[in-house]
């Protein structure tokens, strides 16, 4: 029987916000951006599921005049990225 | 990037990876830049110091050069703010965060050992005689290459980097031997026949030059070496 894979992180985008922000202590939703090649509304909305899943924190702030939007990865949010890399383990295994 | 979550296990491995590389490759990036900056900066400001110190040799101001070392901060803070445009939105991790505050603690220490030898050289020169002066002066060149050489060392350790870590040792203790024993001015006065005005100019551009190669090994070089691996 194979693991349930999280569905909140089994989708692209999603996943590869949560994997950017395993290797990075924090980052800028421009980097984010950049990064997975996501259109901004896109972004948004995905960073918003996370965020209310308690996956991510986001930050909003000024940078000098310029609004800011910073985003780091809870323990929730690792917890379920290191339960859902073991549950892929298992289906790439057998 | 779409919305799809009817991914493979290959795939969410794939996308897993590839961002993990990616951010990797940009942190590194950033890191060799500012390192190639530094470098370069300290490389410039020794040339400049060793240049003003031979000018101003004449006039009786020896060593007035040194002082354009207090710049030195502002120059890199300028030019990287110049040079590293994308960096405004650029994370950091550990590792760059590690090697940024072992610099930061060394322009903290070498500027401050240097402000407290101005001051005590500015109360200390009047009162005494040369003789006494002599023994009771603060040396400031050793201690900055054995700073500089600790900090080197320690970027080593951090971006595991064998040769740097032995490069940082042994130069910043054998540069701290030469300059707290005054090695040079046994040289000069046993070994080589120079006139004094010779010789005080070797004294005081040999240190620009210590550190002129060591801004080239421990912080171009490595600068370097990680833009290199970001590519």
Same mark, same amino acid.
């Not at chain 1, 590869?16 to 996501?38: H, N, R, W």
């Not at chain 2, 410039?44 to 207090?70: E, K, P, Q, R």
């Not at chain 2, 901060?73 to 939105?89: G, L």
């Not at chain 2, 900055?144 to 951090?158: D, P, S, T």
């Given at each position: 029987?194979?693991?349930?894979?999280?569905?909140?992180?089994?989708?692209?985008?999603?996943?590869?916000?949560?994997?950017?922000?395993?290797?990075?202590?924090?980052?800028?939703?421009?980097?984010?951006?950049?990064? $997975? !090649?996501?259109? +901004?509304?896109?972004?948004? =909305?995905?960073?918003? /599921?996370?965020?209310?899943?308690?996956?991510?924190?986001?930050?909003?702030?000024?940078?000098?005049?310029?609004?800011?939007?910073?985003?780091?990865?809870?323990? $929730? !949010?690792?917890? +379920?990225?290191?339960?859902? =890399?073991?549950?892929? /383990?298992?289906?790439?295994?057998? | 990037?779409?919305?799809?979550?009817?991914?493979?296990?290959?795939?969410?491995?794939?996308?897993?990876?590839?961002?993990?590389?990616?951010?990797?490759?940009?942190?590194?990036?950033?890191?060799?830049?500012?390192?190639?900056?530094?470098?370069?900066?300290?490389?410039?400001?020794?040339?400049?110091?060793?240049?003003?110190?031979?000018?101003?040799?004449?006039?009786?101001?020896?060593?007035?050069?040194?002082?354009?070392?207090?710049?030195?901060?502002?120059?890199?803070?300028?030019?990287?703010?110049?040079?590293?445009?994308?960096?405004?939105?650029?994370?950091?991790?550990?590792?760059?965060?590690?090697?940024?505050?072992?610099?930061?603690?060394?322009?903290?220490?070498?500027?401050?050992?240097?402000?407290?030898?101005?001051?005590?050289?500015?109360?200390?020169?009047?009162?005494?005689?040369?003789?006494?002066?002599?023994?009771?002066?603060?040396?400031?060149?050793?201690?900055?290459?054995?700073?500089?050489?600790?900090?080197?060392?320690?970027?080593?350790?951090?971006?595991?980097?064998?040769?740097?870590?032995?490069?940082?040792?042994?130069?910043?203790?054998?540069?701290?031997?030469?300059?707290?024993?005054?090695?040079?001015?046994?040289?000069?006065?046993?070994?080589?026949?120079?006139?004094?005005?010779?010789?005080?100019?070797?004294?005081?551009?040999?240190?620009?030059?210590?550190?002129?190669?060591?801004?080239?090994?421990?912080?171009?070089?490595?600068?370097?070496?990680?833009?290199?691996?970001?590519?």
């Amino acid at each position: 029987m194979f693991p349930t894979l999280d569905p909140l992180l089994h989708s692209e985008l999603r996943l590869a916000v949560m994997s950017l922000l395993v290797s990075a202590e924090e980052a800028e939703f421009p980097y984010i951006k950049e990064q $997975t !090649g996501a259109t +901004a509304g896109n972004l948004s =909305v995905q960073i918003d /599921k996370l965020s209310a899943a308690g996956y991510i924190e986001v930050e909003k702030t000024f940078k000098g005049k310029k609004p800011c939007t910073l985003c780091r990865i809870t323990p $929730t !949010g690792l917890k +379920a990225f290191e339960d859902y =890399v073991e549950s892929l /383990k298992s289906y790439l295994i057998r | 990037m779409e919305e799809n979550s009817n991914m493979t296990a290959e795939r969410s491995l794939a996308i897993i990876t590839e961002q993990i590389e990616k951010n990797r490759r940009a942190v590194s990036k950033t890191l060799g830049q500012s390192l190639y900056i530094s470098g370069l900066c300290i490389m410039a400001t020794s040339v400049l110091v060793a240049i003003i110190n031979f000018l101003s040799m004449s006039s009786g101001m020896v060593g007035i050069g040194h002082l354009l070392w207090f710049l030195l901060p502002v120059a890199i803070w300028f030019f990287s703010r110049k040079y590293i445009k994308e960096r405004a939105h650029r994370p950091t991790n550990m590792v760059g965060q590690m090697v940024a505050k072992t610099w930061q603690t060394f322009a903290i220490f070498s500027l401050g050992f240097f402000i407290i030898a101005i001051v005590c050289t500015a109360i200390l020169f009047p009162m005494m005689t040369t003789a006494e002066y002599s023994v009771v002066q603060i040396r400031v060149a050793p201690i900055i290459v054995l700073l500089m050489g600790m900090a080197i060392a320690m970027n080593g350790q951090i971006l595991n980097q064998r040769w740097l870590v032995w490069f940082g040792a042994v130069a910043g203790l054998l540069c701290f031997v030469w300059e707290h024993f005054e090695v040079l001015t046994w040289l000069l006065v046993h070994c080589l026949p120079l006139k004094p005005y010779e010789a005080s100019v070797f004294m005081s551009t040999l240190p620009c030059v210590t550190i002129f190669i060591f801004g080239f090994v421990g912080l171009l070089l490595p600068g370097m070496m990680l833009k290199k691996q970001a590519v």
